[in-house]
C-alpha cells in the first residue's frame, strides 16, 4: 500500500521563484515484510518527457536532507546535470539504527547480531523498489550512495552478478565488519562502474572503533584496481572525522561520478 504526500521547496533562480516537487511514499515490502520510507526530490526544470540520472541514498533518515541540499547547490551552479534523489529510509527515525544493521550487513557477526539481511536488502532494492520508481519516473542511469553501513553494503551491491548501478559513491565504507569478510566478496563482475571512494584522514586517528577505516579503504582501493576496476577515486581527506567528511565525500563524488567540468586530471 502507498501513501503520497507532496511537498514543494522554492528556488530563486534568475529572478523567478521555481518549485521543487518533493513526494514521500510508504512502500510495503513483501521480500522483508517491513515498511520503508521512500522520499524523492525531482529537479526544477523535471519533465516528464526527459530521462534523467537517478540517486538512490541509503540511511535516508539520517543523509537524505544533506544529500539533497548539496546535490541542490551542484545542479544550481551546473556542477552537475539534473538528477532525481531518492532516499531510501524507514517511518520511524527511532527504529533507523537497528534496522540499518538488519538490512546494510552481509552477515551476523560479534559486531552486531542483527546483520544478515543484506541480501533480503538487496533483493528489495532489485524487485520491488526499482521496478517501481522506473514505472513512475524517467531514469537514465541508476547511481547509489552509502555511507559506513550503507557504504559497507554499497560494496556489497557492487560484488553482485546483476549490474544494476553504472556508478556507485561510497563513503568510509565499515570494512572491517565481520573480520572484514566483504574481500571474500570481491569479484571483477561490474568492472565497468564508475566509483568515488571517500573516507576521513581523522577516522584512524582519533576513532579507535574504525582504527582500520583508512587502511581498509586503501586497501579496497588496491585490490579494485587489481581486478580491472579502472574508473575509480579514492580519496582521504585531511583533517576530517567519520561525520564531517559525509558532505564532502557526497559533494566530490557527485562531481566525480557526472564527470564535473570543475574536477581537474589531478583530481580525478
Given at each position: 500500500m502507498l501513501t503520497q504526500k507532496n511537498r514543494y521547496d522554492s528556488l530563486k533562480q534568475g529572478g523567478i521563484m521555481k518549485l521543487r516537487k518533493e513526494e514521500t511514499y510508504i512502500l510495503h515490502s513483501k521480500v522483508i515484510e517491513d515498511d520503508f520510507k521512500i522520499s524523492i526530490c525531482l529537479p526544477v526544470g523535471y519533465?516528464?518527457?526527459?530521462?534523467?540520472p537517478l540517486v538512490y541514498v541509503l540511511d535516508s533518515n539520517i543523509f537524505y536532507e544533506i544529500f539533497k541540499g548539496v546535490s541542490n547547490l551542484l545542479q544550481f551552479g551546473q556542477e552537475i546535470p539534473e538528477i532525481i534523489v531518492v532516499g531510501i529510509g524507514y517511518p520511524d527515525d527511532a527504529k533507523h539504527m537497528s534496522l540499518r544493521d538488519r538490512d546494510y550487513l552481509h552477515a551476523k557477526s560479534l559486531d552486531s547480531d542483527l546483520g544478515g539481511g543484506a541480501g533480503a536488502f538487496y533483493?528489495?532494492?532489485?524487485?520491488?523498489?526499482?521496478?517501481?520508481?522506473?514505472?513512475?519516473y524517467p531514469v537514465k542511469e541508476s547511481v547509489l550512495f552509502g555511507d559506513s553501513y550503507s557504504g559497507l553494503f554499497a560494496l556489497y551491491s557492487l560484488f553482485q552478478k546483476k549490474k544494476i548501478f553504472?556508478?556507485?559513491?561510497?563513503?568510509?565504507?565499515?570494512?572491517?565488519?565481520?573480520?572484514?569478510?566483504?574481500f571474500k566478496w570481491m569479484n571483477p563482475f561490474n568492472s565497468q562502474a564508475e566509483i568515488f571512494l571517500g573516507v576521513g584522514g581523522l577516522e584512524a586517528i582519533y576513532e579507535p572503533a574504525f582504527a582500520g577505516m583508512v587502511s581498509n579503504v586503501e586497501l579496497m582501493e588496491e585490490k579494485l584496481k587489481g581486478m580491472g576496476y579502472k574508473d575509480l577515486n579514492m580519496t582521504i581527506f585531511d583533517n576530517e572525522t567519520h561525520l564531517?567528511?559525509?558532505?564532502?565525500?557526497?559533494?566530490?563524488g557527485l562531481r566525480h561520478v557526472f564527470h564535473s567540468k570543475y574536477m581537474s586530471d589531478k583530481n580525478d
Open positions: 519533465e516528464k518527457e526527459k530521462t534523467y533483493d528489495f532494492m532489485t524487485s520491488e523498489i526499482m521496478p517501481y520508481i522506473e514505472s513512475k553504472s556508478k556507485y559513491i561510497i563513503g568510509s565504507p565499515s570494512i572491517y565488519y565481520d573480520q572484514s569478510s566483504i564531517s567528511v559525509i558532505p564532502l565525500i557526497m559533494t566530490r
